[in-house]
């Protein structure tokens, strides 16, 4: 198996006001001349905002971006207000630009993982693999791996909760106990 791991503490780490972002590329003040990107992918980052906390109106340009809500309920705006649950992933396409805001406006914290991409015709929301123990799902090579919950084996290596894998040839996960983990095509 060709695959680089990084785990869940080696992630770079932001604070902001009510929000915890979590990244595993270079971004922002995180400079790592040699974690750029993976194929296509820019950027995979997890946030969560405590209730009433956010992002602002900001804005993003020549990337298609993915968000995936993994708890609670995230309200996205862009020009209309769109309340977003976990069940599935929606991407922006940000093209030449769009203003866009994230924010928390109910009563409990939210968690979602956010990722951006070189703009492209492959689309690149990820596919979600829920396991119980001992169940199996195969990932095509040039993949990249996040475990958003509970514990998987990736051809018999451990990867728990932040853990990601960056894949060059296909493998197989296996569930240990519940569990999920996003995968994108890169």
Do not use: K
Request: one cysteine or more.
């Amino acid at each position: 198996m060709t695959a680089a791991l990084q785990r869940s503490a080696a992630r770079f780490v932001s604070y902001g006001d009510g929000w915890v972002g979590r990244f595993c590329f270079s971004y922002g003040e995180h400079y790592d001349p040699v974690n750029l990107s993976f194929g296509r992918m820019l950027a995979c980052n997890e946030f969560e905002l405590e209730p009433g906390a956010g992002f602002g109106p900001h804005r993003h340009a020549g990337v298609d971006i993915v968000t995936t809500v993994l708890s609670g309920t995230l309200t996205h705006v862009t020009g209309e207000e769109q309340e977003v649950r976990p069940t599935g992933s929606y991407l922006l396409p940000a093209g030449p630009g769009v203003e866009h805001d994230e924010r928390n406006d109910t009563d409990a914290p939210v968690r979602f993982v956010q990722a951006w991409f070189l703009p492209g015709t492959a689309d690149p929301r990820p596919v979600p693999h829920v396991l119980e123990a001992g169940q199996t799902a195969g990932v095509a090579g040039s993949s990249f791996v996040l475990v958003t919950y509970g514990q998987v084996e990736l051809e018999g290596t451990a990867l728990a909760v932040g853990d990601s894998a960056r894949l060059d040839e296909s493998v197989e996960l296996t569930g240990a106990g519940t569990s999920q983990a996003l995968v994108w095509r890169v």
